[in-house]
């Protein structure tokens, strides 16, 4: 079945260091990928998202790309803040309704 | 900005009472979706709905699990008899389309 793999956490940086989650996936077809994060106290926000292969979807200075070649989507950073702190979520949706998700990413940024 | 709201934020419940959660959508999405995520696991799809009725849902979802939308605003899980295992986040999301979920801050349920 379609599933999400994620890079554990918590991963830790001092602020402006270039950040990298990895996310890798498995599906039947071609799904559309996502990036949620979550805030403390807060629901999931939709960060970013892409479609189809070599999409990339951009936000707030994030940044994935759908790279079918190595099944993954990447989020990438390049000067990350402290209010970037956060869990951050790969999914995956295929022809039905249902977002897979990844186990989730502690980031934690200090000053 | 308009936002999916959830209530309560935390429900404390025994084993085999009844519980209801609830969830008010963005006004004009059309599709419903409940999902959860026990401590230190994924976040499990649940149930998706659509024009009044259950349009997909999982494994997870059995015969102790329903939803409604009682009145064209809330959107409402019930699980009938509650288990341990039922202790979890439980998140409602909503979406104008299929690709574009957005996401309740969710309800803590812990079953004693």
């Known amino acids: 079945g379609n599933s999400v793999t994620q890079m554990e956490g918590p991963v830790t940086l001092s602020e402006e260091a270039f950040l990298t989650i990895n996310c890798t996936y498995t599906?039947?077809?071609?799904?559309?990928l996502f990036w949620y994060v979550q805030y403390p106290g807060e629901g999931l926000q939709l960060l970013l998202k892409?479609?189809?292969?070599?999409d990339k979807g951009s936000n707030k200075g994030f940044e994935a790309t759908y790279r079918k070649e190595t099944t993954s989507f990447h989020l990438e950073k390049g000067s990350v803040q402290v209010s970037d702190s956060a869990v951050y979520f790969c999914?995956?949706?295929?022809?039905?309704?249902?977002?897979?998700f990844g186990t989730g990413t502690r980031l934690q940024v200090f000053p | 900005e308009p936002e999916v709201t959830q209530t309560p934020s935390h429900q404390v419940t025994q084993m085999g009472q009844e519980v209801i959660l609830r969830c008010v959508p963005i006004s004009n999405h059309l599709y419903f979706y409940w999902y959860r995520q026990i401590l230190g696991q994924k976040v499990e799809f649940l149930v998706s709905f659509y024009n009044n009725e259950i349009s997909e849902k999982s494994e997870i979802f059995d015969d102790q699990f329903s939803v409604e939308r009682p009145d064209g605003s809330n959107f409402t899980l019930k699980i009938r008899s509650t288990k341990l295992e039922d202790s979890a986040m439980y998140f409602c999301?909503?979406?104008?389309?299929?690709?574009?979920?957005?996401f309740g801050p969710g309800t803590r349920l812990t079953v004693l």
């Open positions: 999914a995956s949706r295929g022809n039905t309704d249902k977002l897979i």
């Open positions: 892409a479609t189809k292969a070599d």
């Open positions: 999301a909503s979406s104008v389309v299929r690709n574009e979920q957005f």
């Open positions: 599906a039947t077809g071609y799904p559309s």
